[in-house]
């Protein structure tokens, strides 16, 4: 198995869910270099990551951030999108349910460089373990002065609230989870205008997926350059990205790989193939939008958000 562990690493580690086991292993250090370089330096470097959108949208989330006004006249507000409503899919539910001071401490970068003061955790209702754990961890983090008035004593003031999705699918969609939030039936709303325009209440807003607010501390920490090295094949597609397999093969699971990697060896080599001897007829790479790929077309399929539509 050729895994790229990086947002999976702690996966199974109970200790790894608690402030103290989260610092052990080196978290919050990135949130530290974060507000040691200012805000536009903190932009800078994920627009040069390159990483892009993990909720299935796949616009680069530096470009994402840059929109946001630069003179804050009104309240500015992050919304970390945790619903997850897609059949199948369980990956941002495993990073809350382990590594939710990973999440706390991607939201507060993010939070830090497009200058929100509350950060909505909108967390999909069934989610009732992660709920729990995310919450804890908020509350350490509140304790230790990771959130609140004074954030680690540098006068940043960040808020963080979950806000308990109600199962509807369509509050997966920014604005539907935006008018969710602010008590209303969760439609879309029709852009433009756009969030960092018109968000929550009016104001300006940037909703990012739990998978890419947890590749961030990553990112300020190691450098954008470093976290664009991961990419396998295409510079449009960086880093590593969690795949949830499931249905008809032998090892379920999340696994979590480069982008441009196959997916003929996903299925394969890391999940077992198909169980029983019997041969792939087809596979949806993503969720109810995504055409199926036929055996054919998946077997010369890269992973990234360009490889699977040109195979399909």
Not at 115 to 132: C, L, M, P
Not at 200 to 206: A, D, K, N, Q, V
């Amino acid at each position: 198995p050729r895994e790229t562990v990086l947002l999976s690493r702690h996966f199974g580690d109970a200790e790894a869910r608690s402030y103290a086991g989260w610092q052990k292993r080196g978290g919050y250090q990135a949130l530290e270099q974060a507000l040691a370089m200012g805000r536009e330096k903190v932009i800078e470097e994920v627009k040069t990551s390159g990483v892009r959108g993990r909720g299935g949208a796949g616009f680069p989330a530096g470009v994402t951030w840059s929109f946001m006004p630069k003179e804050r006249t009104r309240p500015h507000y992050l919304c970390c999108n945790a619903d997850e409503g897609e059949p199948g899919t369980f990956k941002d539910r495993e990073l809350l349910r382990w590594t939710p001071h990973a999440v706390v401490e991607g939201c507060a970068i993010a939070a830090y460089a497009i200058q929100a003061e509350h950060v909505y955790v909108y967390i999909r209702g069934e989610f009732t373990e992660a709920i729990r754990v995310m919450q804890a961890a908020i509350d350490e983090a509140y304790a230790k002065g990771i959130l609140g008035q004074n954030v680690l004593g540098r006068g940043v003031r960040i808020e963080m609230t979950i806000h308990r999705g109600a199962g509807a699918y369509i509050c997966g969609e920014e604005t539907a989870l935006m008018n969710s939030i602010e008590g209303k039936r969760g439609n879309p709303r029709i852009k433009p205008p756009f969030p960092a325009a018109a968000g929550l209440w009016g104001c300006p807003t940037t909703v990012n997926n739990v998978e890419t607010l947890a590749a961030v501390p990553h990112i300020i920490e190691k450098g954008g350059a470093w976290y664009k090295g991961l990419s396998l094949s295409n510079p449009k597609s960086t880093g590593t990205k969690l795949f949830s397999i499931c249905g008809n093969v032998a090892k379920p699971g999340n696994y979590e790989v480069t982008m441009g990697f196959p997916l003929r060896d996903l299925l394969y080599e890391m999940a077992g193939g198909i169980p029983g001897g019997r041969k792939l007829k087809a596979v949806q790479p993503g969720g109810c939008s995504v055409p199926f790929l036929t055996a054919a077309e998946a077997a010369g399929a890269l992973l990234d958000y360009e490889g699977c539509v040109a195979a399909g």
